[in-house]
């Protein structure tokens, strides 16, 4: 017994140090911006692909059944204050069975249309609209780079002249960006993602640009340069969470990811909870897939570039949820209760000690959340779409959001996950979410236009 007790111990200080550099995350998110500022603003520029304001780009969209989303975004596209003539916007209608491509073309988009039950999934659907765009316009190098969006997204006017002033840079070949929510005050599930898409931005991606160190992508939202389609003969992302992959695959290799924070862009969550344990099922089985493809050459190549270090070290911490490691000390727990369970006696002295334990860490998760969370929502106060009130709610049931990511962990280990209809109403322009005293989803949204439903493709990827 006392060597269990001895083991819980040592794994929960083992996970305590290893998610020790994300408190430094936060401080750094916190108090190193204007010092950051002040040092790069004594940089001499990198030479870049272009100067700032002259790279072309194409803004990449796989759609599957869209059509009451679609014409947001293509229209938020085509506000931005880049010059139009260095960008153009593509739509690859996936497998559709209703009048996406049409009202995207009504729009003022590109389209392109695929049928093909064989190969389903965002990635495969990219790669076709890549290859399209490499046939009718000579080459990947046709724009200087791409950017990928979901149909549900909606754009700042000024997303592409702050993603271009990052890639003129010259430093990163991948920029991601800054992730916002439609319907923040929905109810506990919006609020939920919104908030740990937030903390990814300013306390995950911001401190790890000021670090040096890289970013990772996540989603939406991010800029990828065409060189990278020429040296990999295309897109050959595919797996569950093809972002992660791609983030795994460059660092691997040696290459950082950059942040435009500057540069936001919103998307729409899940208000119902069985479309959001489906879709985290889904994605935590996605950071297993990658943890096994990409896990042992990140440790392998650790150390062999210090630059690289504290990059390949932070991905393979995000890719390996410190929510195993709770779920083993609960495993823990119960083990030396059943070990126990021959000797009543002695069981029933142990119940309340291990009752007790299995409590005090309950607590103490849900008050390391409320903390990330209280700090995330009071930094990103004005950046949130909804109501004071709302918003102080949030940092409550956010660590309940979290809790619920510890039986996701476990489901993900034991199910083959596929993509799910998830029903997107939020029809909103732009303008709407800038206007003041935005409200709820229920004010963005069109309450006479049915949901419709996201990309559904029935088979996982291939592990």
Aim: with cysteine; net charge neutral.
């Amino acid at each position: 017994m006392k060597f269990i007790e001895v083991l819980s111990l040592i794994l929960g200080i083992v996970v305590a140090v290893a998610y020790l550099y994300q408190i430094i995350y936060f401080i750094v998110g916190m108090f190193a911006e204007a010092r950051y500022r002040l040092v790069t603003s004594k940089r001499p520029p990198l030479p870049g692909p272009a100067g700032a304001g002259t790279s072309r780009y194409g803004f990449i969209i796989a759609a599957r059944n869209e059509a009451n989303v679609i014409g947001q975004l293509v229209d938020s596209l085509k506000k931005q204050e880049y010059p139009e003539e260095l960008f153009d916007i593509f739509v690859i209608a996936d497998n559709c069975d209703d009048n996406t491509a049409e009202v995207a073309r009504r729009a003022g988009a590109i389209v392109y249309e695929r049928n093909n039950t064989e190969k389903k999934g965002k990635g495969f659907a990219v790669n076709t609209l890549l290859e399209h765009i490499k046939e009718d316009y000579g080459s990947y190098g046709a724009y200087d780079a791409y950017i990928i969006f979901d149909a549900d997204n909606i754009v700042e006017k000024n997303f592409l002249t702050e993603m271009d002033k990052e890639f003129s840079k010259g430093e990163c070949r991948v920029i991601t960006s800054y992730r916002n929510s439609k319907n923040f005050g929905a109810n506990w599930i919006t609020s939920g993602y919104s908030v740990a898409f937030m903390r990814e931005a300013q306390y995950l991606n911001r401190p790890r640009r000021i670090l040096r160190s890289s970013a990772t992508v996540s989603g939406t939202g991010y800029l990828f340069s065409h060189t990278l389609l020429e040296e990999n003969g295309g897109w050959p992302y595919h797996l569950l969470t093809e972002d992660l992959e791609l983030s795994a695959d460059l660092i691997v290799k040696g290459e950082k990811i950059g942040y435009a924070g500057s540069a936001m862009f919103y998307d729409e969550q899940p208000t119902k909870f069985k479309q959001s344990w489906t879709q985290r099922v889904r994605w935590t089985r996605g950071f297993y897939q990658v943890i096994y493809h990409y896990g042992k050459d990140l440790i392998k190549n650790m150390f062999k570039d210090r630059s690289m270090a504290l990059s390949r070290y932070d991905i393979f911490m995000f890719l390996a949820p410190s929510l195993m490691f709770n779920l083993a000390t609960v495993a823990l727990s119960v083990l030396a209760l059943v070990l126990n369970i021959v000797d009543m006696n002695g069981a029933s002295k142990l119940a309340p000690d291990v009752g007790l334990s299995f409590l005090s860490g309950l607590i103490g998760y849900y008050a390391l959340n409320f903390v990330q969370g209280f700090i995330t929502v009071i930094s990103e106060w004005k950046k949130i779409r909804t109501t004071s009130g709302r918003k102080i709610a949030s940092m409550f049931t956010y660590p309940l959001y979290m809790f619920t990511y510890i039986p996701i962990s476990l489901v993900a280990l034991l199910v083959r996950p596929q993509w799910t209809p998830i029903a997107h109403s939020v029809t909103t322009s732009i303008e709407d979410m800038n206007r003041e005293n935005v409200q709820t989803v229920r004010e963005l949204s069109h309450e006479n236009v049915p949901p419709h439903e996201e990309a559904v493709y029935s088979e996982e990827p291939a592990e």
